[in-house]
């Protein structure tokens, strides 16, 4: 008797072990059908400067009920490319759970005014909005084009001016405070207020003359002592020195 009572006791044991464990299993199960496997729990944004890493995360729909595998990356590059001051999404998933993005921002280098016309331009001449956030954020030369027609004739003119002188003459581009536009002249301002004068035909080869110009004086002056440097004609360049006491 009393070895059947044990082996009725251990056969209990084993149905209620047995019982547990297709439990916890149909638990397991269930869940996993309500949460999948490597939902996505973190997304990391690296490279924003101007941007709000909040802003850029918003942009992305987090689903509880989709594994981190099914979201569409593409789909997700494209959105976040549309937003103006984004050049580049590079996107990848890290750790099974996190949705990693760097980020490659806009830069602008100038802002082109225009009547009440205003956009800032990148390097690829990508037009900018311009608010409060990012007037403060970029000090970038103004170019106030001051012709009604044509207007994406002088557009053109003034982002291939800037873009040059960023590339080839990177110490004048930070010297520049504003440049006029106009169909006859084209006058670059400097921070100390030297006015550079420029034959809106010939831009490129007058800023190479204003280039070489600064390299015969570099021992003796800079572009600075002056108050104008004409460079409008062709075998010669004209310039007043400023006066010293007027200086800066």
């Given at each position: 008797m009393k070895i059947f009572l044990k082996k009725i006791k251990s056969a209990s044991i084993k149905i209620l072990n047995t019982t547990i464990i297709l439990?916890?299993?149909?638990?397991?199960?269930?869940?996993?059908?309500?949460?999948?496997?490597?939902?996505?729990k973190q997304i990391t944004v690296e490279g924003n400067s101007y941007l709000n890493q909040e802003d850029i995360k918003s942009l992305i729909n987090k689903d509880n009920k989709k594994s981190i595998s099914q979201y569409d990356i593409a789909k997700i590059k494209k959105n976040i490319e549309k937003?103006?001051?984004?050049?580049?999404?590079?996107?990848?998933?890290k750790n099974f759970n996190n949705l990693y993005i760097k980020i490659e921002e806009r830069i602008p280098v100038a802002l082109i005014i225009n009547e009440n016309k205003q956009n800032f331009i990148d390097i690829e001449n990508t037009l900018l909005p311009v608010n409060i956030k990012s007037l403060n954020t970029f000090p970038v030369p103004l170019i106030n084009i001051k012709e009604n027609d044509s207007i994406d004739k002088y557009e053109e003119t003034a982002f291939s001016i800037i873009k040059?002188?960023?590339?080839?003459?990177?110490?004048?581009y930070r010297n520049i405070s504003e440049i006029f536009i106009t169909e006859s002249l084209i006058t670059i301002i400097t921070d100390n207020n030297t006015s550079?004068?420029?034959?809106p035909n010939m831009p490129i080869?007058?800023?190479?003359?204003?280039?070489?110009?600064e390299k015969s004086i570099k021992h003796l002056k800079n572009i600075d002592?002056?108050?104008y440097i004409n460079l409008i004609y062709e075998k010669q360049i004209v310039v007043k020195e400023r006066d010293s006491f007027n200086h800066g």
């Open positions: 439990c916890f299993i149909i638990s397991i199960y269930n869940h996993s059908q309500k949460t999948p496997p490597f939902t996505l937003q103006l001051f984004i050049k580049n999404a590079d996107i990848k998933i040059y002188i960023l590339n080839e003459y990177p110490n004048m550079i004068y420029v034959d080869a007058n800023i190479n003359k204003l280039k070489e110009f002592d002056h108050q």
